[in-house]
Nanobody
Framework: QVQLVESGGGLVQAGGSLRLSCAAS????????KGWFRQPPGKEREFVAG????????AYADSVKGRFTISRDNTKNTVYLQMNSLEPEDTAVYYC?????????????????WGQGTQVTVSS
């Protein structure tokens, strides 16, 4: 059974940092594209960042470029999202997702597997 488990969420003040992790189990995910999405309160889920199987290419939403960095360690079947200079607008439930194929997609419908989400709250 495929499982993606996020961790690292929490409460942080504006300007602070958090690192989210997503550990995969149940299958070999080293060749999968990985993505991070988020769902702010009362809004639809949106793309945050994506990464190819080898660590490139990467893609970011305009709202997080220069502040967030996605990376992966295929030996640990884990993908990370380093979030710096956090803003209250970054408050959301963050989801990890995985897909087959080589393309780093921003459309959530293209992702096959999802984690349960982790809450990130940024206070002003």
């Amino acid at each position: 059974q495929v499982q993606l488990v996020e961790s690292g969420g929490g409460l942080v003040q504006a300007g602070g940092s958090l690192r989210l992790s997503c550990a995969a189990s149940g299958r070999t995910f080293s060749t999968w594209v990985k993505g991070w999405f988020r769902q702010p309160p009362g809004k639809e889920r949106e793309f945050v960042a994506g990464i190819g199987w080898s660590g490139s290419p990467t893609a970011y939403a305009d709202s997080v470029k220069g502040r967030f960095t996605i990376s992966r360690d295929n030996t640990k079947n884990t993908v990370y999202l380093q979030m710096n200079s956090l803003e209250p607008e970054d408050t959301a439930v963050y989801y990890c997702a995985g897909k087959t194929g080589a393309r780093v997609a921003i459309n959530e419908q293209e992702y096959d597997y999802w984690g349960q989400g982790t809450q990130v709250t940024v206070s002003s």
